[in-house]
């Protein structure tokens, strides 16, 4: 593994990022990107970016955080923001669709459309979602194809015609997650914005703040308060997802980079590397070295 010391951070695929991206909706084939790149399309991060890709033909291995995920079409995958992410298509035989839009896009739609595109985020905890027939590809594809066009030919409301077909490949994708995991009910429970907060607050300070009283006063909350709310919504203590933010930065740092794990333990800001094989044993049951060789590093 050649030695790197961060995992690319774009707008999209090979572009620079893009910290002033609003209102932003962008769609493009699979194949236009992917076959300039040798039908590789190597680990990176979005910072703003949620994408939603539609399979039509082919398929690969995705690489999602630190694992390796096969997908064949038909089928949808969902990639949220920050997440750690590449893929290897099947050269030539591989096509369908990439949505990009950033957050505020969703925000800005109202009611159960606006609500579909925020559950997504929680729905690509399991991001492929194989269709089981052509008839809901077919949907999908359309939906994707009307998208591109009102963009290429930008006439008059284009821009509203965009959000509002979005809004229909956010459900549609929404509805198959659903179905597929049998639990719609709890699947597509609305977001807690106590949890929201949280979860921005750790993405933010997780490198040096570990204690729970940081975030709950952050959150103008007791420590107590704030880990009883987390823990009923969640079903997990606010200190188990500050320890899970920590575990996959440093999982992305073992797998994604040729770091030293004795740099990797300073930057996340450890006493001592012992410190940080111990706290990464006791999340994983293995070392760090095990896990990086385990992954190919």
Not at 115 to 124: N, T, V
Request: net charge neutral.
């Amino acid at each position: 593994m050649a030695t790197v010391t961060a995992l690319p951070l774009f707008h999209l695929y090979g572009d620079p990022p893009d910290d002033q991206a609003f209102d932003f909706i962008h769609v493009e084939t699979i194949a236009s990107r992917s076959s300039v790149h040798d039908w590789l399309i190597r680990a990176h991060r979005h910072r703003n970016l949620f994408q939603i890709l539609v399979i039509e033909c082919g398929g690969g291995d995705m690489k999602f955080e630190a694992a390796t995920l096969p997908f064949a079409a038909p089928a949808a995958i969902l990639v949220p923001p920050t997440t750690a992410h590449g893929f290897r298509f099947r050269a030539n035989e591989t096509d369908g669709w990439v949505v990009s839009f950033t957050e505020d896009v969703a925000s800005a739609l109202a009611d159960r459309s606006g609500e579909a595109l925020k559950r997504l985020k929680a729905l690509a905890a399991d991001p492929v979602i194989p269709l089981a027939s052509n008839a809901e590809m077919k949907r999908l594809a359309a939906l994707a194809a009307d998208l591109n066009e009102e963009s290429f030919l930008a006439r008059e409301g284009y821009r509203l015609a965009m959000r509002g077909l979005l809004a229909l490949i956010a459900i549609e994708v929404a509805r198959l997650a659903a179905s597929r995991a049998r639990t719609g009910t709890v699947t597509l429970a609305a977001a807690d914005a106590t949890v929201d907060a949280l979860r921005r607050l750790v993405d933010e300070h997780f490198r040096t703040e570990r204690l729970i009283s940081f975030y709950a006063d952050k959150l103008a909350m007791t420590p107590d308060r704030l880990n009883d709310h987390v823990k009923r919504v969640s079903g997990v203590t606010a200190g188990h997802l500050i320890r899970q933010r920590v575990l996959t930065e440093a999982k992305r740092a073992l797998v994604f980079t040729g770091q030293p794990i004795q740099e990797i333990s300073h930057d996340l800001s450890f006493a001592d590397p012992s410190h940080f094989a111990r706290f990464f044993r006791k999340q994983t049951g293995m070392t760090p070295q095990a896990f990086r060789e385990g992954r190919g590093g």
